[in-house]
């Protein structure tokens, strides 16, 4: 495509830099230009004359995420980002931009990725604004995303592993719709355990549980001798106490809890593609 202005001055180089100015092209381009009209001085310096006119031009190739690109630097400006480069890579449904800022991803992300998901978010709705085919988007900071769910996947892992051992549900803490897909997808690899989601909004959050039948692996409730019981590892006595067995506990905040039951249906399969992300300083 050609982008063209045309610009005026009393003299050929006031026409030329005026037009230069208001193409506003980019270093790299190739810009050229044309005299239309040569100036003309007024009669006895009253009468008649006219400026000189100067068309400026260039051939750029057209980016239909350039209103993006522009959106999301005009948003690093406003975080004291003065620097920034943008890349996107994009197919039919997805759109991944990659964010490069140097040392200054600290304030695009944000706490635990909150900034970079309103940035993400925000973006979405520029792509899309106006767009009959609806895009996914993703945006990235270095390898932020990469180690997000690395993290994630070993947390799933983690926790299916007790629910596997000792048969009680373990609640996560809430997560986005892409954070949920990445346990969803990380319990279903795992034998004898399943995952659905509880609660709305922001409040949703994944519970790993048992699979219908199966039993966990340290054997649940056993009659113990003198009319007693074990549940995996309490131990009530003859004299009705009860006494720490083989399970440890940390009183210590964790990043789960234990649910008492099993919830509704899982929403892994409707979870949405994209969403919270950490870097690797």
């Known amino acids: 495509m050609i982008k063209v202005v045309i610009g005026t001055g009393t003299t050929l180089e006031d026409a030329k830099e005026a037009a230069r100015k208001e193409l506003n092209a980019p270093e790299e ?28 031009f260039y051939e750029y190739e057209d980016d239909p995420f350039a209103k993006a690109k522009d959106y999301i630097l005009n948003i690093l400006k406003n975080l004291g980002i003065e620097e920034a480069e943008i890349s996107v890579e994009a197919d039919e449904e997805d759109v991944r931009i990659s964010i490069e800022c140097g040392d200054d991803y600290g304030s695009v992300i944000g706490r635990r990725g909150e900034t970079l998901d309103a940035i993400q978010y925000l973006t979405r709705l520029v792509i899309n604004r106006g767009s009959e085919e609806y895009k996914r988007v993703s945006i990235n900071v270095g390898n932020y995303r990469e180690k997000r769910e690395n993290t994630l996947r070993s947390l799933a892992r983690k926790n299916a592993a007790k629910v596997r051992k000792y048969g009680r549900n373990v609640v996560l803490e809430p997560m986005n719709p892409y954070e949920r897909r990445i346990i969803h997808t990380t319990v279903q690899e795992i034998e004898g355990v399943t995952s659905h989601s509880v609660g709305s909004d922001g409040d949703r959050k994944v519970v790993i549980t048992l699979e219908e039948g199966v039993k966990p692996t340290n054997g649940g409730y056993n009659k113990g001798g003198r009319g007693g019981y074990n549940k995996g590892g309490y131990n009530k006595g003859g004299r009705g106490g009860y006494n720490r067995g083989g399970r440890r506990y940390n009183d210590n905040k964790s990043d789960s809890s234990e649910a008492p039951s099993r919830a509704p249906r899982s929403d892994s399969a409707g979870a949405s593609l994209y969403g919270k992300i950490e870097i690797n300083k």
């Open 29 to 56: 381009a190739d810009v050229k230009y044309e005299v239309l009209e040569m100036p003309k001085s007024k009669i006895l310096g009253i009468f008649g004359g006219s400026p000189a006119k100067v068309k400026a």
